[in-house]
């Protein structure tokens, strides 16, 4: 990495020198027989290695800080301009009222990685990772975070005997990376994802043409014979963020107006940085075609966009390539030259007098459990938090990924960190990867859709609300075909007793009024109320000790409703992709709630519970948070959908047990007595001037505490609706 401008420390500052004398260094060989620094690494993964430094300072003028940031401490100037302002955004995105902020208290603290598994790369010093704390005027606590710093270098003696991630800024693309890139595409295997007979020959309706001057796009559809695709175009498609709708803006699109144009010529210079970059990468790579959603789909043409989107799936499982820029926050940042570090640390053995240098200093975001370069790259990238890109990567045989500090390639056999050894396994969820499953194995298809689909994607962050569907659409399509069930809203009709038990993480309406006002917009409508995707935001298919989909957990699940019937009215032609409206009518055991909701304000999962925390009859995860102790118990009821058997009941001797569920379909193998079964459900709330219910949220019981099945005893079947 070529060097930031000389850094200079105040005193306080000099505290951050790493001092390799300390917590048990000595001298060892490494594989290379290189000498190299150890920490008298056990089988510990990670090392903390605690700094003597600890700063509070008044915020917003942070005066201390200012004043020897401006007298040339270029760490103060480092944790003012980068790591404060950092901190402040987490606040923001977390919904704090930072005019209530008095101080922030910063301490720190390196990361050294020892013993990492399969990972013999990401050793040495790795982070430095930052602890901060926001106070307010009576000195508590408002937030607690960490922020992680990336420790890197250049090539040489300080880097290997610290043994740090090599990185270097400038352009990426140099003779010996395009070599590695070129070796790695052509041993790997690039084969689409399912086999499905419809996919031979698939090409991209409109690609880019990048090996010509003009570049240009072309129809082929109009261009070649169907015979001749496979053989004629290959292409490398782009999966990157467009940014904010005003960043967006910027993006050169083809629209019907412009279409005759695109396919004429398109100007290098009028596309963003991260269009030209790919297209650069295309070209060093030999790949003479582009895939690229904004010139490819025709962006105000409604059927156009629904066809070419309903095909995102194909277009990315038969490209050469996909190029994924995970270090490009939007549009108009490019993804092929690195940036400077932001600090400079100098660096001086005192083990090893004759070694010294520096390391440079990166902010990465989020600190994360293991140091692994591709880790890194991706779990702080903004690539990695939007919605589109999930099935992008997921149905991608191989990727290259080119990070802010390294360069990755995956594909389903294996992935690599330039630099570093091949791991043979694929880092990511891939639908190549879900085929070649253990189909035998119960419920393997319906617990990884809500496990590794659902759960990550649900987290992640669409421009158009309207998009929740459609950018799952080609994943669900995968899906459909090797579970061969219906899909409903996001769920799966076989299973939608435990597929509707999901449970909302970030929960944005304050009470439930806010949160039935929001249910009854009909112009803010996605999906109905018992889908996840009617939330935006992550959900979890569990409640704190209830984990529906762990099998380590709970097992023997039934179902518990008589009926239920689906019904879908789609706003286009695409069965996985928007919805005009949908209903869910059941049949099963309904009852009010037998006493008001009591919130546990210590319960990270913000439990509450009906009847007293002490004895209660269930326990819940509701939709909405609320600010008071006591929820009254109002309209709100109780829907019967599942029971199962927790796991340190399920015993071999259980075989012999009697069956107690209230049920219907017994899909296990056991059959175990009454008192020992849970039972989960949704909670639901009239729609007001229908005869119709909202879901509010779930609820589950549990016979240890005296109720399990014995909560719906007296109380008759119902057949209901939901929206």
């Known amino acids: 990495m070529s060097a930031c401008p000389p850094s200079t420390f105040c005193d306080k500052c000099n505290a951050v020198l790493f001092d390799d004398s300390k917590m048990g260094g000595f001298a060892a060989r490494g594989d290379d027989g290189q000498e190299i620094l150890k920490l008298g690494e056990g089988h510990d993964a990670m090392q903390v290695l605690p700094i003597d430094f600890i700063l509070i300072e008044p915020y917003p003028g942070l005066p201390s800080l200012s004043k020897s940031a401006k007298a040339g401490c270029a760490f103060c100037e480092f944790l003012k301009s980068t790591v404060v302002r950092h901190a402040i955004n987490i606040a923001l995105e977390n919904d704090f009222d930072v005019s209530t902020l008095h101080s922030i208290k910063i301490s720190l603290k390196y990361i050294w990685q020892a013993n990492v598994r399969e990972t013999p790369g990401a050793k040495g010093l790795r982070a430095l990772e930052i602890d901060f704390c926001l106070l307010d005027n009576e000195g508590s606590d408002i937030l607690e975070d960490t922020i992680a710093c990336s420790v890197e270098s250049a090539p040489g003696l300080c880097a ?20 590695w890139l070129q070796e790695k595409l052509e041993t790997s295997d690039s084969r689409s994802t399912i086999d499905d007979p419809s996919d031979n020959g698939f090409i991209p309706t409109r690609l880019v043409r990048v090996d010509c001057e003009p570049t240009r796009l072309i129809e082929t559809l109009n261009s070649r014979s169907r015979t001749m695709k496979t053989r004629s175009y290959k292409y490398a498609a782009l999966s990157y963020c467009w940014g904010s709708p005003e960043q967006a803006k910027s993006q050169l699109i083809t629209e019907r107006l ?12 009028e596309m963003t940085k991260v269009l030209q970059d790919a297209i650069q990468t295309c070209r060093a790579l030999s790949i003479p075609y582009l895939w690229i959603d904004a010139l490819c789909i025709i962006q105000d043409d409604p059927e156009d966009w629904e066809r070419e989107s309903t095909l995102l799936g194909k277009t990315f499982s038969n490209a050469h390539v996909t190029i994924c820029a995970l270090s490009s926050d939007s549009c108009t940042e490019g993804f092929l030259d690195r940036h400077p570090a932001q600090v400079e640390i100098p660096f001086q053995s005192k083990l090893r007098p004759e070694i010294s240098g520096s390391y440079n200093l990166s902010l990465l975001g989020v600190p994360y459990n293991s140091y692994e370069d591709l880790a890194v790259d991706l779990i702080n990238s903004k690539w990695n938090k939007r919605g589109w890109t999930f099935q992008e990567e997921a149905m991608s045989p191989r990727v290259l990924a080119f990070g802010k500090s390294k360069i990755h390639f995956m594909s389903t056999e294996e992935h690599q960190t330039q630099g570093e050894q091949a791991i043979n396994r694929r880092y990511n969820f891939n639908i190549a990867i879900l085929a070649q499953g253990n189909k035998k194995a119960e419920g393997y298809y319906d617990r990884r859709w809500h496990a590794s689909v659902v759960s990550d994607y649900s987290a992640r962050r669409l421009t158009y609300k309207n998009d929740r569907f459609p950018a799952l659409s080609s994943t669900a399509q995968c899906y459909c075909k090797l579970m ?30 806010t949160l039935l006002g929001q249910l009854s917009d009909s112009l803010a409508y996605v999906a109905p109320s018992w889908s996840w995707a009617s939330r935006h935001g992550y959900v979890e298919f569990r409640h704190k000790n209830f984990d529906i989909y762990d099998p380590n957990s709970f097992g023997d699940h039934q179902r518990e409703y008589r009926e239920v019937e689906a019904k879908i009215v789609l706003s286009g032609t695409d069965q996985f992709g928007q919805i005009k409206e949908a209903s869910l009518r059941i049949t099963t055991y309904i009852r009010p709630l037998p006493a008001d909701i009591h919130y546990d304000e210590k319960d990270e999962w913000n439990s509450a519970y009906v009847g007293e925390p002490e004895a209660p009859s269930a326990r819940c995860s509701l939709d909405w948070g609320s600010g008071f102790p006591t929820e009254p118990r109002r309209d709100v009821m109780m829907l019967l959908l599942g029971s199962a058997v927790g796991f340190d009941l399920q015993s071999s001797d259980s075989e012999d047990l009697q069956s107690s569920s209230l049920g219907v379909e017994d899909e296990t193998h056991m059959d175990p007595p009454e008192d020992i079964r849970w039972i989960y459900g949704l909670l639901i709330h009239p729609v007001p001037g229908t005869d119709k219910f909202f879901r509010v949220g779930i609820f589950h019981s549990s016979p240890s505490e005296g109720w399990g099945t014995r909560l719906f005893e007296g109380y008759p079947e119902q057949t209901v609706t939901l929206i």
């Open 484 to 513: 061969n069930d219906e899909y409903i809203a996001g769920l799966w009709k076989r299973t939608l007793y435990k597929g509707l038990f999901w449970s909302c993480m970030h929960r944005t309406p304050h009470n439930l009024g």
């Open 258 to 269: 412009s279409l005759s144009s695109r396919l004429s010529r398109i100007e290098e210079h």
């Open 160 to 179: 290997s005997w610290l043994r740090l991630s090599i990185n270097e800024s400038g352009y990426v693309l140099g003779s010996s990376t395009v070599s």
